[in-house]
């Protein structure tokens, strides 16, 4: 019996491919010595939303993989530090606390619910670190309409109807997140200058 495969599965089994093969190809070089680059993930890993909240974890480490093959950015790996923002403000705020403080991350990508992002919003803006929600939408959990994540910190990339589309908003978000790095390097005032752009 066969088992169709997923639009979702189908690309990440394509793009682990193509990595595979620009591995065996060799990209750039990673400085042995360079210090990584963290990036925090908030997104839920448990619970109602956690196929979402994993594919958009998913999307992020394809980005990730890829930009550590072709040499990371200027010679410096990229690391993910992922916490369970469980769609809630409180754990979404606990999250973002742990990456500021803890992982000391240059930026943030999630919350996926609003709720997430809203929790973490303010604790990014505190440690002026740049928050990119990959799939925060304007209404709430409880069907009312949420403000006030979308400050100087925070960029959204709309709310995804998918497992895929979850996927690749956050890679998305990596993406431009990296392009930023790239340019302007790991300041969180350059970063988040760069994004608003």
Do not use: W
């Not at 210090?35 to 980005?63: M, S, V």
């Not at 606990?94 to 919003?121: D, F, M, P, R």
Request: aromatic share 8%.
């Amino acid at each position: 019996m066969q088992f169709p495969l997923s639009s979702m599965k189908k690309f990440l089994l394509i793009t682990s491919l193509f990595g595979i093969l620009l591995t065996a190809c060799g990209g750039s070089s990673l400085d042995p010595n360079a210090e990584p680059i963290n990036i925090g993930f908030i997104a839920p890993l448990t619970g109602d939303k956690e196929d979402q909240g994993i594919d958009g974890l998913n999307g992020l480490k394809l980005a990730v993989n890829e930009i550590n093959v072709d040499g990371g950015i200027n010679g410096r790996p990229v690391r993910i530090f992922a916490e369970d923002g469980k769609c809630t403000m409180v754990d979404g705020a606990a999250s973002a606390e742990k990456l500021v403080n803890v992982s000391k991350v240059v930026a943030i990508i999630g919350g996926y619910c609003k709720e997430e992002t809203l929790g973490a919003s303010p604790i990014a803006e505190k440690g002026k670190v740049a928050l990119l929600s990959f799939g925060s939408g304007s209404t709430l959990s409880d069907g009312t309409v949420g403000s006030g994540f979308e400050g100087d910190f925070t960029e959204s990339f709309g709310e995804p109807q998918s497992g895929f589309e979850s996927a690749m908003h956050a890679y998305s978000a990596a993406t431009k997140l990296f392009e930023a790095i790239e340019s302007v390097g790991v300041e969180s005032d350059a970063i988040r200058g760069y994004l608003k752009k």
